[in-house]
T-cell receptor, first 110, second 114 residues
């Protein structure tokens, strides 16, 4: 257990539905990252928060994706109008220097 | 995009043997980190080596870094069946600015046979 938690651990949804994932980082960490990992590949960076400010977004993060980190604590990642290509593991990490990852949310879009 | 590339993609060894995995990357880095991932689970941080370090040890793990060749290796000594997992290298590139996001390779799948 790294101290980073994610909820839910698994999500199955139908194409076109919206989904929201939550990440609770290690409390004293002000840096928070979202990554996406597809089968057989390493994680790919999606977005980064320093406290409540979203400072960096990957071009992988289409307009259907939005992330928030209100009050600089937990973070949410929402995917609107899901597509089958969104099926992946969504990983959250928090950091003071090293990045510590949560267990991930596995999304399956039918 | 994947900056790091691990080699080999898959490695199968007997318990007690040593396992060596290599990682190559493309750009200048602040540090390089190795992670382990059991099937369908999150990543576990193993070790971080800074760009000004050449070798680092942690228990049965030994990591080397050669910035002139843009490569790193992870050695697991006296392997155990429980070491079976995917191993990823990840670079914190100097070009990433304040975000310091990690760029991962595609991993080495290690299987340790009992």
């Amino acid at each position: 257990d790294t101290g980073v938690s994610q909820d839910p651990r698994h999500k199955i949804t139908k194409r076109g539905q919206n989904v929201t994932f939550r990440c609770d980082p290690i409390s004293e960490h002000n840096r928070l990252y979202w990554y996406r990992q597809t089968l057989g590949q390493g994680p790919e960076f999606l977005t980064y928060f320093q406290n409540e400010a979203q400072l960096e977004k990957s071009r992988l993060l289409s307009d259907r994706f939005s992330a928030e980190r209100p009050k600089g604590s937990f973070s949410t990642l929402e995917i609107q109008r899901t597509e089958q290509g969104d099926s992946a593991m969504y990983l959250c990490a928090s950091s003071d220097y090293e990045q510590f990852f949560g267990p991930g949310t596995r999304l399956t879009v039918l | 995009s994947q900056q790091g590339e691990e080699d080999p993609q898959a490695l199968s060894i007997q318990e007690g043997e040593n396992a060596t995995m290599n990682c190559s990357y493309k750009t200048s880095i602040n540090n390089l980190q190795w992670y382990r991932q059991n099937s369908g689970r999150g990543l576990v941080h193993l070790i971080l080596i800074r760009s000004n370090e050449r070798e680092k040890h942690s228990g049965r793990l030994r990591v080397t870094l050669d910035t002139s060749k843009k490569s790193s290796s992870l050695l697991i000594t006296a392997s155990r069946a429980a070491d079976t997992a995917s191993y990823f290298c990840a670079t914190d590139a100097r070009s990433s600015g304040s975000a310091r996001q990690l760029t991962f390779g595609s991993g080495t799948q290690l299987t340790v046979l009992p």
